[in-house]
């Protein structure tokens, strides 16, 4: 990230193709964690209703065969 400033410097700072490699780069760090965390917390929900409708159906005797 340094070198890239750095390159920008003799040029000007005025630079649009820079400004949107900054802004995707800035996107993608945003969204990253957003994704992975939100993926992780979709599963694990997903995860605790099954258990727990399988635990119900225990409860009636209505358990599918596996």
Not at 27 to 39: Q, R, Y
Request: charged share 15%.
């Amino acid at each position: 990230m340094t070198l890239a400033a750095l390159l920008v410097l003799p040029h000007g700072m005025d630079d649009p193709a820079m400004d949107l490699v900054y802004f995707w780069a800035a996107v993608l760090i945003a969204l990253t964690p957003v994704l992975i965390f939100g993926g992780l917390g979709v599963w694990i929900v997903r995860k605790i209703w099954q258990e727990q409708r399988g635990a119900r159906n225990a409860e009636r005797g209505t358990e599918a065969p596996h």
